[in-house]
């Protein structure tokens, strides 16, 4: 039940935003999660602001899975490569937080 929010301020085009959302599909695998499960929220071009600027290109992602967090490191750096790698935004602009939650409702009931 993996949930990731990304909201930068970036505009993600549609090829890069299908690359993106292919290896997110593969990184959450280092959480013991899979692609059948996973939502992804994009918000690009956003009005944000780091550091007391909205210069340079930055993001913030929010990961929100059923359970315990596993992995985060692992998750964070895989995570900050891919957008990195695909957005151009240097890793030391990207902010990544987790939550796991015991209640996760589906389909009319919870898990």
Same mark, same amino acid.
């Given at each position: 039940?993996?949930? #990731?929010?990304?909201?930068? /301020?970036?505009?993600?085009? =549609?090829?890069?935003?299908?690359? #993106? ?7 959450? *695998? ?5 692609? @059948? $499960?996973? &939502?992804? =929220?994009?918000? @690009?071009?956003?009005? &944000?602001?780091?550091?007391? /600027?909205?210069? +340079?290109?930055?993001?913030?992602? @929010?990961? *929100?899975?059923?359970?315990?967090? +596993? +992995? ?5 750096? =895989? ?5 990195? %790698? ?6 030391? /602009? ?8 015991? @209640? $996760?409702?589906? %389909?009319?009931? /919870?898990?």
């Amino acid at each position: 039940m993996p949930y #990731i929010k990304t909201s930068t /301020n970036v505009k993600i085009e =549609e090829e890069k935003l299908n690359t #993106i959302k292919s290896k997110m599909g593969q990184a959450i *695998r280092l959480m013991g999660k899979t692609e @059948d $499960w996973l &939502m992804l =929220e994009f918000n @690009d071009d956003v009005k &944000m602001y780091f550091k007391g /600027n909205s210069d +340079n290109p930055i993001a913030f992602l @929010d990961v *929100r899975v059923l359970g315990g967090v +596993n +992995n985060s490191n692992e998750m964070t750096h =895989e995570l900050t490569n891919i957008i990195s %790698n695909e957005l151009g935004i240097s890793p030391n /602009n990207i902010y990544i937080t987790y939550q796991g939650y015991s @209640d $996760w409702g589906y %389909n009319g009931s /919870n898990f």
